[in-house]
């Protein structure tokens, strides 16, 4: 298994930027695919971006896509993601989740962090 913990959350304006971390810990990091969700208060949890462990292949929501792009370095055991043109309605706590590249569920999951965008 693998733990993960976010960072990078934080208050911002309309149109500004804000980089996500997801820090891996403990078995090897390389064999998962890395997800970021996201949830508002009273939503259901989304999709974001997603990322395969290798890198090579990526995927967006369509609500993000052109604003945010989601990288990782396996050698930093850190998965990214890059929040360009926020919006209020990108407004959530964004967890990072992990599956190993064999499954279809994640089954590892950060405690999230606060992303809070103001008009």
């Known amino acids: 298994q693998v733990q993960l913990v976010e960072s990078g959350g934080g208050l911002v304006q309309a149109g500004g930027s804000l980089r996500l971390s997801c820090a891996a810990s403990g078995r090897t990091f390389r064999p998962y695919n890395m997800g970021w969700f996201r949830q508002a208060p009273g939503k259901e949890r989304e999709f974001v971006a997603a990322?395969?462990?290798?890198?090579?292949?990526?995927s967006y929501a369509d609500s993000v896509k052109g604003r945010f792009t989601i990288s990782r370095d396996n050698a930093k055991n850190t998965v990214y993601l890059q929040m360009n043109s926020l919006k209020p309605e990108d407004t959530a706590v964004y967890s990072c989740?992990?599956?190993?590249?064999?499954?279809?569920?994640?089954?590892?999951w950060g405690q999230g962090t606060q992303v809070t965008v103001s008009s």
């Open positions: 989740a992990a599956r190993p590249g064999w499954t279809i569920k994640y089954t590892q």
């Open positions: 990322i395969t462990w290798s890198g090579g292949s990526t």
